[in-house]
């Protein structure tokens, strides 16, 4: 697979990049415990696969995650863009408690993430959410003073609305948006991707596979946050398992696995956009990749979509606490 044939400029005037990201999130315990050997031999194994663009968020396992990047791209770092999120703010208990994205704190969670990265510039920054306290101009205007320091390449957002997009464009040029979009989550269809293609920003989508509940996967215990997810609750689990079936026969039919078809349909309906696949082991990395090799025909896309329509699943995607301070929902 060469990442010179296949390759998406994310918007106007940011890197080029591999049609498919690497998501690092659950390699830092999200999603239960983790194997760090085959961590970062899934990191190494999907940049030999042709994967440039890998994702993570300096609250990612308080740091772990991104001291894991580190030791994953040593001898390779000119092979990969880096995009951070920032902003998050947790305690020694892992627990959540805001977003800070004051100009003073932007500057501070750079450094740190510079430091923890061993790198000397961050290919693709955002802030992890809205902060409600700084007004995006603010924020931006912040990272944009690392960019013209070198710090940083491009400014990226992510889970903000249409208008938050248009004004953060006004200060700088943002490359793209982080958001979630799947068969199962197609809200940014109708206002945000229009005001991307608007300011000449790109996307990249996570959560292609629902956070594993259209593949089958099952939440792992204690250590799993998707325990805290409506989709996964026991009450939704029942609608959520026709949806899963129909997606299991489904692939099947087109000699696909249940991930290959959920990411064929990303890859179908957003081609110009960049999917993110949270793998954790290397043959998870295959088995998506399988998606560009083999991609869907416009009547498959249409079958996909009559059987999982947009009320086929039950529950939102966050918790209705976490829901209500989305700026992407408003």
Known sequence: MNPQKRSIRLGKTGPIVFPVALGCMGMSGSYGATDEGESIATIRHAIERGITLLDTGDFYGMGHNEMLIRRAIEGVRDRVQLSVKFGALRGPDGRWFGIDTRPSAVKTFAAYSLKRLGVDVIDVYRPARLDPAVPIEDTVGAVAELVKAGYVRHIGLSEVGAETIRRAASVHPVVDLQIEYSIATRGPEGRIFPALA?????????????RGLLTGSKVGGPGDSRGFFPRFHEDNRAQNEVATVRVRRLATEGGRTPAQLLLGWVLAKQ????????????????????????????GEVAALEALVPDDAIAGSRYAAEQMKHLDSER
């Open 198 to 210: 608007e300011v000449g920003a790109s996307a990249t989508l996570y959560g292609v596979f629902s």
């Open 271 to 298: 081609p110009a956009l960049v999917p993110v696949i949270g793998a954790r082991t290397r043959s998870q990395v295959d088995d998506a990749l399988g998606a560009i090799e083999h991609p869907l025909s416009p």
